[in-house]
C-alpha cells in the first residue's frame, strides 16, 4: 500500500477483516480517492486480530498499527 503521507489529512479510513477470502483486493489494488490534499486510508486485518482491535477502540492500542489507525480515526 506504499507509505503513508502524513501532510495530507485523512478523511476515511477503511478496515477490513477476513481469513481467506473477501473484497479486500479492492481496497489495497484499487487506489482510494479523495479530494486534493486529502486522503484515504487502508488496512487489512484477519479475524484473530479483532480482540486487539476491541481494544484499540477502547483506547488499549498493542502496536504501531492499531496506534496509527484510532489516530486517524479520531
Known sequence: MGTPDDTKKTVAVIVTLNNDGSYDKLFTTVQQKSIDGTK????????????????????NCHDAISARMMNSIK
Not at 484477519?46 to 484499540?56: C, M, P
Open 40 to 59: 484515504v486510508e487502508v488496512y487489512e486485518c484477519t479475524s484473530f486480530y479483532i480482540d486487539k482491535l476491541i481494544d484499540a477502540f477502547n483506547g
